[in-house]
T-cell receptor, first 112, second 116 residues
Framework: SQQGEEDPQALSIQEGENATMNCSYK?????LQWYRQNSGRGLVHLIL?????REKHSGRLRVTLDTSKKSSSLLITASRAADTASYFC????????????FGAGTRLAVHP | NAGVTQTPKFQVLKTGQSMTLQCAQD?????MYWYRQDPGMGLRLIYY???????DKGEVPNGYNVSRLNKREFSLRLESAAPSQTSVYFC???????????????FGPGTRLTVL
């Protein structure tokens, strides 16, 4: 079963708007990561947030983590057509085996 | 650096045929992983290798075998392919601190496998 679940499953916005994607998970984690996948390509790492962190920024990306609610959000500000992709959250399954469990992803479409 | 490379990019098999998917990384990473991605389901871990000489099952190992040939290479074998194994297969690698939390994983471009 999937550890993480993204919401919404699909998101369609105009260039310049902000895009917010949410991820919920079930068990305790060491860290949570967000990845992007362009159509037909492999996944690319975006950002990693550790369980003792609440917010992290990288360029136009902002990630928050609420361990009490077992949820995370990814905000992309001032979106561009090139941001069109699927976005996945992945949780580190605690136990030191370096395994990630991926959610089903959010498909983001940014229209010019 | 090429990062993570996978061969082949595409493959069509008939039910019962066997094949090996190859993966190599040039980042000197200790850990390597095989995932499958089915529509609407994200990635699911098939097998992983925390370090050279070790392999362990992931979430969906049935029907697959793996070999960690050396630190660079990690292959996935389908002994008798079934239509349910039609999927996109991704290999990934990462650095590992023994007993520590997971780190960034670097992915290959994927292999699209169809089993008829």
């Amino acid at each position: 079963s999937q550890q993480g679940e993204e919401d919404p499953q699909a998101l369609s916005i105009q260039e310049g708007e902000n895009a917010t994607m949410n991820c919920s998970y079930k068990t305790s984690i060491n860290n949570l990561q967000w990845y992007r996948q362009n159509s037909g390509r492999g996944l690319v790492h975006l950002i990693l947030i550790r369980s003792n962190e609440r917010e992290k920024h990288s360029g136009r990306l902002r990630v928050t983590l609420d361990t009490s609610k077992k949820s995370s959000s990814l905000l992309i500000t001032a979106s561009r057509a090139a941001d069109t992709a699927s976005y996945f959250c992945a949780t580190d399954v605690s136990g030191g085996y370096n395994k990630l469990i991926f959610g089903a992803g959010t498909r983001l479409a940014v229209h010019p | 650096n090429a990062g993570v490379t996978q061969t082949p990019k595409f493959q069509v098999l008939k039910t019962g045929q066997s094949m090996t998917l190859q993966c190599a990384q040039d980042m000197n990473h200790n850990s390597m992983y095989w995932y499958r991605q089915d529509p609407g389901m994200g990635l699911r871990l098939i097998y992983y290798s925390a370090s050279e000489g070790t392999t362990d099952k992931g979430e969906v190992p049935n029907g697959y075998n793996v070999s960690r040939l050396n630190k660079r290479e990690f292959s996935l074998r389908l002994e008798s392919a079934a239509p349910s194994q039609t999927s996109v297969y991704f290999c990934a690698s990462s650095e590992i601190r023994l007993g520590g939390p997971a780190d960034t994983q670097y992915f290959g471009p994927g292999t699209r496998l169809t089993v008829l």
